[in-house]
Nanobody, 120 residues
Framework: VQLQESGPGLVKPSQTLALTCTVSGDSITANPYIWTWIRQPPGKGLEWMGAISYSGTTYYDPSLKSRTSISRNTSNNQFTLQLTSVTPEDTGVYYC?????????????WGQGTQVTVSS
């Protein structure tokens, strides 16, 4: 499987960040996979943000839940992350990952990551 993140590298504060993960070599509806967004702020560890399962169930980190939405386009085999009201603290490298468990940040199959900077 291959995962590729795409989206803007620079976002202004208060705007909405939208990232897309394009998956090849596997279907995002294939049991038992969980399609996950993880980020890493500069100088910090990996942070699990949220995920959508093969069946469309979603879970979000409680600290981000009010600002985060994950959806999917099964026709295009893509899943997307939307993060509203961004601040400079949302700066970091964002990864899309195929997992078999919820809430983890190790294992799985990872995209290469995309740098997102929040700055005016």
């Amino acid at each position: 499987v291959q995962l590729q993140e795409s989206g803007p590298g620079l976002v202004k504060p208060s705007q909405t960040l939208a990232l897309t993960c394009t998956v090849s070599g596997d279907s995002i509806t294939a049991n038992p996979y969980i399609w996950t967004w993880i980020r890493q702020p500069p100088g910090k560890g990996l942070e699990w943000m949220g995920a959508i399962s093969y069946s469309g169930t979603t879970y979000y980190d409680p600290s981000l839940k009010s600002r985060t939405s994950i959806s999917r386009n099964t026709s295009n085999n893509q899943f997307t992350l939307q993060l509203t009201s961004v601040t400079p603290e949302d700066t970091g490298v964002y990864y899309c990952v195929r997992m078999v468990t919820w809430f983890g940040t190790s294992g799985g199959s990872w995209g290469q990551g995309t740098q997102v900077t929040v700055s005016s």
